[in-house]
């Protein structure tokens, strides 16, 4: 029998029994719906966390630290005290680099503190204070909207000035110009420059509570570690560059500090590869998880779907007689059932396919979570429906090509 | 005409039933030819309907042999068996035996889709099988939406549309009235004279008058095969 010719009559027997069709269909549509949803937001935070960061870090940039920034996994005891054991990154480290480096890059010291931010009686807490060099608006990619950023003259000097955040701006000076008014931090006034453009939020956080201040302001006190700094922002041109720049600090450091040939570094550099890295790894685990899930659900889906087909079997055993007298083989019936039972469960792959968009679009819409639809899960949704169907309707459909058609065409 | 269809020779056919050996069947040999007019007769337990389960290829016999048109059908696997009855026999059941969802011209498809012919051709084989039994005008109809005479029209039809060099009836008039089963036997003694071989097995005297040579079966062996004298057919 053509294979169209079985799905044709697998989808009218389906439809002739709507519910319990629903009933058993269940178990594969919730499996493939949850492969959907979770695959999808999985993948939209992939998507999104590696716009964020490249935007945030920036693929050409990377940083010279005492040791990462951002762990991933859990960090051994030893681990820490190997760190903590590690010079500051110091003003004087910096120093050399700056100097010492042939690759065309830009660099700025950079130390970072939270603190109030006061103007007269108003205040916004909890701002995350840079204290850097100029360049590092350019690092950033921070566009100045209102005013200008601080030059190098000013970090010379000295200088207390402020460039802030647009949520800052907008906390202290509702409505008003911001520029040349004096805001307080830590109790010693700046006078603002300058206000970056809205930068948005990341995972629900918003990314315009921050001010920067020149490096060499009452700032750095608070900001920076006793004689050190906390990392040197390094930018290239682009990524290959940067590797240069990498291996050329590296070089520099390690001769700086007489590490010898046998000696581990002991520094660190953080490129935004090794901030995604910690995402990869929450994304491993999820995507590990997601197959035990899914399979539950679909080994729970199989065999609904083989009791409701063993039940078909029994009630239309006088069908299976006639089709037999009429000349059908056993491979016919075998192909009758398993057609139907994967039509059944490709039907619910579907419906499921079409739910765990729909739940993926709901997440994206109510909750901070991205999403972007994998088209892969798509495809092996559908897959995994149809073999789903098939397996379970292998044993059902073998039962009935073996009837006797004399005993099936007696039944009632 | 002489061309021999159905050699049987020593048929036995025996089941078991619980502990005991139940014979249905004990030696039967009979020749039918082509373009025969036949009725198979006999009281319940005679054998019969395991005689046509033979014919019909739906069984095989303990011993003896089974000629179908030059194949020896008695030693065949079950797929092979499924190919004969899909070419050689065509069914008309007593219960009709039609798919109860599917339309008349769906049913009559039926056997054409197992033999593996295209959709195109397997329409125009089943409208022209049903035009020949009358049904040119009741194709889209269900079973549950004809007449008793209607549905085992169709049923003729679904046997027929093979081209089946059996045409084998098992009471074909069972179920309904007296009028209807005139209808039937109509249908039966015309397809005959357009040169089909039919086997009808019956219990009734006047059902089996229609045909020209009646076999009747007592314990499992056939008792007379004799012509019908006052035959429609003959």
């Known amino acids: 029998m053509p294979l169209f010719e079985a799905v044709r009559l697998a989808l009218h027997a389906l439809w002739t029994q709507k519910l319990k069709s629903f009933f058993s269909l269940v178990g594969v549509l919730i499996g493939v719906t949850f492969l959907i949803a979770v695959v999808s937001i999985v993948q939209g935070m992939n998507v999104y966390m590696t716009d964020q960061f490249t935007r945030l870090v920036g693929m050409n940039s990377f940083q010279v630290r005492r040791f990462p920034g951002i762990q991933t996994g859990n960090v051994s005891e030893e681990q820490w005290r190997e760190w903590r054991r590690r010079p500051l990154i110091t003003e004087a480290d910096a120093a050399y680099l700056m100097a010492g480096m042939r ?46 950023a601080f030059s190098a003259q000013e970090v010379r000097v000295g200088a207390h000035v402020v460039v802030i955040g647009d949520l800052v701006a907008e906390r202290l000076f509702e409505g008003v110009d911001p520029l040349g008014r004096s805001v307080t931090m830590q109790g010693i006034p700046y006078r603002v420059v300058g206000v970056v453009d809205k930068q948005g939020t990341m995972l629900g956080m918003s990314l315009d509570k921050f001010a920067i201040v020149p490096f060499t302001t009452h700032a750095q006190r608070w900001t920076c570690p006793h004689n050190g700094i906390r990392q040197l922002e390094v930018q290239a041109a682009d990524v290959i560059t940067m590797r240069a720049a990498i291996d050329e600090a590296e070089t520099l450091l390690r001769a700086r500090r007489q590490l010898g040939p046998t000696e581990e570094n002991n520094f660190d550099f953080q490129t935004a590869d090794a901030a995604l890295e910690g995402w990869n790894k929450i994304a491993t685990i999820l995507f590990a998880a997601l197959p035990g899930l899914v399979a539950i659900s679909l080994v729970v889906g199989g065999i609904v779907i083989m009791n409701i087909m063993l039940m078909a079997v029994a009630e239309r055993t006088k069908e299976i007689g006639i089709r037999k007298a009429l000349g059908a083989k056993r491979r016919d019936i075998m192909a009758q059932f398993v057609v139907e039972a994967a039509t059944l469960a490709t039907v619910g792959a579907i419906f499921g396919v079409v739910l765990g968009i729909a739940l993926a679009f709901v997440v994206k819409r109510y909750t901070p979570l991205p999403a972007a639809v994998a088209p892969w899960s798509i495809g092996l949704g559908v897959f995994l429906g149809v073999a789903v169907g098939m397996t379970a309707g292998i044993l059902p459909a073998s039962r009935a090509s073996k009837l006797d058609p004399i005993e099936a065409l007696r039944a009632e | 005409m002489t061309e021999a269809v159905i050699q049987m020779r020593e048929m036995v056919r025996e089941y078991q039933m619980g502990t005991e050996l139940v014979q249905a069947l004990r030696g039967v040999s009979l020749e039918i030819r082509r373009n025969e007019y036949v009725a198979i007769m006999g009281p319940s337990g005679s054998g019969k309907s395991t005689l046509m389960n033979l014919i019909g290829c739906l069984d095989t016999p303990n011993a003896g042999e089974y000629w179908l048109n030059d194949q020896e059908v008695s030693r065949m696997s079950d797929d092979a068996l499924a190919r004969i009855r899909n070419r050689e026999i065509g069914f008309v059941f007593q219960t009709f035996n039609l798919l109860p969802r599917a339309t008349a011209l769906q049913n009559v498809e039926l056997p054409l889709v197992y033999a593996g012919m295209n959709a195109g051709d397997r329409t125009e084989r089943a409208v022209s099988a049903l035009a ?13 939406e004809m007449s008793g005479g209607q549905r085992q029209r169709v049923a003729i039809a679904r046997a027929l549309v093979n081209a089946p060099s059996i045409l084998l009836a098992d009471e074909p008039t069972g179920n309904p009235d007296s009028v209807t089963s005139a209808e039937i036997m109509r249908v039966f003694g015309k397809l005959h004279a357009e040169g089909q071989t039919v086997i009808l097995v019956t219990h009734e005297p006047d059902i089996a008058q229609h045909a020209a040579r009646t076999i009747v079966l007592r314990d499992g062996q056939v008792a007379s095969d004799s012509a019908n004298p006052c035959s429609v057919a003959a």
């Open chain 1, 103 to 148: 690759t065309p890059v830009l660099t700025s010291r950079n130390c970072q503190g939270r603190t109030v931010v006061r103007l007269g009686g108003k205040e916004a807490p909890d701002i995350g204070v840079t204290a850097a060099d100029a360049s590092i608006f350019r690092i950033k990619n921070y566009d100045i909207v209102n005013g200008r």
């Open chain 2, 132 to 144: 020949r039994v009358g049904l040119g005008n009741r194709m889209d109809h269900r079973p549950n």
